[in-house]
């Protein structure tokens, strides 16, 4: 099992989660935050926090030292200025990847966006969110580590494991999914045993739909 693993974006909704469920498999994460303050009253000594922002490459080196996987649950807040999704979603996650590369962590699960392969989509109105995640993407997939590239149907708070999971590839489908679903594949992908390099959609399943809630990514094509 990895233990060595670091949480980006650790004090949003899914990134909470994220720490929860490490906390949860007796793992202690280490999180990476602008907030040290906000971080550590979340969770006081159960969690390594760390000081560090994604638009500058040199803050994230000290939270990457020495581990062995990433986890970024990083998001925009703003269409605009400096917390944009240029500046976030792209050279926030190619921060990370290049820090990450540069600290010998062997693992990478981003979590991007359905529907990023499609410019017309109505949430490319705000920045260019969409175009600036699959950048982010891109700048994963071009690096030398493990990875996988989880893209989650818009996010809804509630609670996981209530409704079957529906994955797919190739940026063909549109749907919703549990934050808390979302997170919990997303530490699936990190515990994958074999080497992993790939990209999915997830979405919640139509009633119909038989498939079973439990992510096979040896039934997944390679990137």
């Given at each position: 099992m990895i233990k060595k693993i670091l949480v980006a974006g650790a004090t949003g909704r899914t990134g909470r989660l994220i720490i929860e469920k490490l906390l949860h498999q007796g793992i202690k994460p280490r999180s990476l935050v602008r907030?040290?303050?906000?971080?550590?009253?979340?969770?006081?000594?159960?969690?390594?926090?760390?000081?560090?922002?994604?638009?500058?490459?040199?803050?994230?080196?000290?939270?990457?030292?020495?581990?062995?996987?990433?986890?970024?649950?990083?998001?925009?807040?703003?269409?605009?200025?400096?917390?944009?999704?240029?500046?976030?979603?792209?050279?926030?996650?190619?921060?990370?990847?290049?820090?990450?590369?540069?600290?010998?962590?062997?693992?990478?699960?981003?979590?991007?966006?359905?529907?990023?392969?499609?410019?017309?989509?109505?949430?490319?109105?705000?920045?260019?969110?969409?175009?600036?995640?699959?950048?982010?993407?891109?700048?994963?997939?071009?690096?030398?580590?493990?990875?996988?590239?989880?893209?989650?149907?818009?996010?809804?708070?509630t609670p996981g494991g209530q409704r079957q999971l529906a994955f797919s590839q190739g940026d063909k489908v549109l749907g919703m999914v549990s934050r808390s679903d979302l997170a919990e594949i997303s530490l699936q992908a990190l515990q994958y045993s074999q080497p992993l390099r790939v990209t999915f959609e997830v979405i919640e399943a139509e009633p119909e739909d038989n498939r079973q809630a439990q992510l096979e990514f040896t039934a997944l094509a390679m990137d």
């Amino acid at each position: 099992m990895i233990k060595k693993i670091l949480v980006a974006g650790a004090t949003g909704r899914t990134g909470r989660l994220i720490i929860e469920k490490l906390l949860h498999q007796g793992i202690k994460p280490r999180s990476l935050v602008r907030d040290l303050t906000e971080a550590q009253a979340l969770w006081g000594d159960a969690v390594d926090c760390y000081p560090g922002d994604v638009r500058d490459t040199a803050t994230l080196l000290p939270a990457a030292s020495g581990m062995d996987a990433l986890v970024s649950a990083i998001g925009a807040s703003s269409p605009v200025g400096k917390n944009c999704p240029k500046r976030v979603d792209y050279e926030g996650v190619a921060n990370l990847v290049e820090a990450a590369g540069a600290s010998g962590v062997k693992r990478f699960i981003l979590i991007s966006s359905i529907a990023v392969t499609r410019p017309d989509h109505p949430m490319n109105c705000f920045g260019n969110i969409l175009k600036w995640k699959f950048k982010g993407e891109e700048a994963l997939r071009g690096s030398s580590m493990d990875y996988g590239i989880i893209r989650p149907g818009g996010l809804k708070d509630t609670p996981g494991g209530q409704r079957q999971l529906a994955f797919s590839q190739g940026d063909k489908v549109l749907g919703m999914v549990s934050r808390s679903d979302l997170a919990e594949i997303s530490l699936q992908a990190l515990q994958y045993s074999q080497p992993l390099r790939v990209t999915f959609e997830v979405i919640e399943a139509e009633p119909e739909d038989n498939r079973q809630a439990q992510l096979e990514f040896t039934a997944l094509a390679m990137d």
